[in-house]
């Protein structure tokens, strides 16, 4: 008796959600708010979150805490909160959040049962008087800055400047790691090299951790990183710049599927600092707010890219089949006469879509997905693009025992062969995630061979150094395009703006003379999204109306729902019963489904999905969240997408 302080602890056990469990720990050590432990649950052992230091001792037996993790590592006191402002907001635990906010792989230190007092509560978790607090001129304000990377880098870098100036810390966004590591570069160069942090998930734990601890103490003042860096303990943060914030790339792909541009908006309220958020093709929200003057912004336009030749090449009527067309055949030819490169882009993994059996139709299923696995010729295997399993391509049909096979679809594998029988004399190399040779070797090849060609899917965005392009050949993007969803046509506006950049940006000391080619072939010639490529204002407005029309986002809120687990009646059952308590609130919401998701099944496990629309977004979240409160089943799962969900995936 009174030989141990209890404590409030909520487990990250995803099934039990912010329920907190009561533990205890011996009373000389003394464990602060947030401390990260791990703690006896059921059977097993898990990680969960101090959330209450003092609670009375219950009248029940309660379990001892087992470990502590590095209170080193113990996330600042605002950011913590700050972690409850978006487990509110995403619906989701705080666990999940505070996860975010510790680096990976900290020391976990055994608690002793008995010895002297230690109390882990000594460090400073409050933070000093700082420079920002004696200063105290940032506000919370956003800016849009729409306009071509050198026109955005400028103000982004007076900003920084600024900030910088003035003793305050600024967190630089960017999509993908490749652009975090350019980006660093050039503010290392501009200033003290000892002061830029990059942060990705490349990166050993090592590292990550020694520049979290350079980025708590503020040795490090301007970090740059990709969507998770929004979660570090910047110091005296006074300034977030979010660098092409349309990109789907800021969406997490694992729940809470947060989004980063949203996450560091919240942040720079919630701390007081402006926020710049910066793009050349500004997502249709953006866009829309932008124009009707709802967020201050801005623009450059879309100035005519006078290097470039834009061409949209129509498929219809052409010869089937046929992957290069007559013009971009000739665009390549003259791009390698004058011994430059060529980049032909395909988002299509394998040889073919899949093999169907010629006797009875059926195609070959992966066996724990509910999708046709692609055909690998080379391997001679089918490959299920959803969970990676593979296996040698059959010879005959696990249906009728027929043996003749035909394979449907084509993938940049197909486009490879078609090329080589075309240009047989010139090196081409490819960039997928299913082939062997590695980004660096492909890219290597590509860079020291002239001319050249190089065939890849979107995996292009990850590469850093690309060399000047003589021509860019988009295949199709028309898979895209079909796919029923409201972001589709956004989406290929997009992925064609940022190509069409990949282009542009080998500008700076080209030594091509001669107008670059950027070339789109497609089945859909006058589509708004492929003739974006030609007058981006003409999508903007045809998007904008579409949504307009079917009151999708920004004139009106999606949410989806998804319910996953291994019975599928479970399922079905409890998808059924939580668009029933959806639908009970009357007025302001409509319910699509349920239905089974286009991925009906996943790695075994069953997957229905409930689409919600609603013009009140705080309505709907409400009615969300109190529905999602009677699915009582432990053995199903569900998962809530808030934002902008791609109602696909
Ligand atoms: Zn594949
Ligand atoms: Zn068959
Ligand atoms: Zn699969």
């Known amino acids: ?118 109390s882990y509560d000594t460090f400073d978790q409050t933070e000093k008087p700082s420079r920002r607090e004696r200063e105290s001129v940032t506000k919370h304000e956003e800016l849009f800055i729409q306009g071509s990377h050198s ?203 899949s093999l169907v059996c010629r006797d009875c139709g059926n195609p070959i299923f992966c066996p724990r997905c509910s999708v046709p696995m692609a055909y690998h010729a080379r391997e001679g295997q089918v490959v299920c693009h959803t969970c990676g399993y593979r296996e040698v391509a059959p010879t005959n049909c696990p249906i009728c025992d027929g043996f003749t096979w035909k394979p449907v679809g084509y993938g940049i594998d197909r486009a490879r062969s078609e090329f080589q029988k075309r240009f047989p004399n010139v090196p081409v190399f490819q960039l997928d995630k299913d082939v062997k040779e590695s980004t660096e070797e492909a890219i290597e090849g590509f860079i020291s061979s002239k001319p050249s060609c190089l065939i890849c899917t979107q995996v292009i965005f990850s590469v850093k150094n690309l060399p000047d392009l003589g021509v860019l050949g988009v295949l199709s993007a028309d898979n895209i395009l079909n796919l029923p969803d409201y972001l589709a046509s956004e989406e290929v506006f997009r992925l064609l703006n940022k190509l069409l950049s990949l282009v542009n940006s080998s500008e700076n000391g080209s030594h091509i003379a001669q107008k670059k080619q950027f070339i789109v072939q497609t089945l859909n010639p006058d589509h708004h999204a492929i003739q974006g490529v030609l007058d981006p204002e003409h999508f903007y407005a045809v998007e904008t109306e579409n949504r307009k029309a079917l009151r999708y986002p920004p004139f009106g809120y999606v949410m989806k729902v998804t319910v996953s687990g291994k019975s599928q009646e479970k399922v079905i059952a409890a998808s059924e019963s939580l668009a029933a308590a959806i639908k009970s609130y009357s007025g302001g919401i409509s319910v699509l489904g349920p239905s089974p998701a286009p991925k009906a099944k996943v790695r075994g496990q069953y997957r229905w999905h409930i689409m919600i629309k609603s013009n009140d977004q705080i309505l709907a979240r409400e009615v969300l969240k109190e529905s999602l409160s009677t699915i009582k089943d432990g053995q199903v799962r569900v998962y809530v997408d808030l934002e902008e969900p791609f109602s696909l995936s």
Request: hydrophobic share 40%.
């Open 1 to 118: 008796m009174g030989n141990y302080n209890y404590v409030d602890i909520v487990c990250d056990v995803p099934t039990v959600g912010d329920k907190a469990f009561t533990y205890k720990v011996p009373k000389h050590c003394i464990l602060p708010y947030g401390a990260k432990v791990h703690v006896p649950f059921g059977k097993r052992n898990v990680d969960g979150y101090i959330v209450d230091q003092g609670v009375p001792e219950p009248e029940f037996e309660v379990k001892d805490v087992l470990a502590v993790y590095d209170l080193d590592f113990l996330p600042p006191r605002p950011l913590l909160d700050f972690g409850l402002v978006l487990r509110d907001y995403y619906l989701a635990t705080i666990s999940s959040f505070w996860g975010y906010m510790w680096p990976p792989q900290v020391r976990k230190i055994k608690i002793a049962t008995e010895g002297p007092i230690t």
């Open 151 to 353: 026109f955005r880098w400028k103000m982004y870098q007076d900003a920084i400047e600024k900030a910088i100036s003035a003793g305050f810390s600024v967190l630089v966004l960017v999509p993908e790691i490749a652009r975090a590591s350019i980006v660093e570069e050039e503010l290392q160069s501009m200033y003290d090299r000892e002061v830029v942090a990059v942060v990705h998930s490349d990166m050993s734990n090592v590292a990550r951790r020694q520049q979290w601890l350079d980025i708590k103490q503020g040795k490090k003042r301007i970090v740059v990183g990709t969507r998770s860096a929004v979660f570090n303990p910047v110091r005296d943060l006074g300034l977030i710049i979010v660098d092409e914030e349309e990109s789907p790339y800021y969406k997490a792909e694992e729940y809470p599927r947060y989004n980063g541009r949203t996450v560091a908006r919240m942040r720079g309220r919630y701390q007081d600092c402006p926020v710049l958020l910066g793009s050349f093709v500004p997502s249709v929200v953006a866009n829309f707010n932008l124009k009707e003057g709802k967020i201050r912004g801005v623009t450059e336009g879309f100035p005519a890219k006078e290097n470039i030749d834009c061409q949209i090449v129509s498929l219809l009527g052409q010869k089937k089949r046929m992957l290069i067309t007559k013009e971009l055949h000739l665009a390549i030819g003259e791009t390698f006469r004058d011994g430059n490169r060529a980049l032909l882009f395909l988002n299509k993994r394998g040889t073919a879509s």
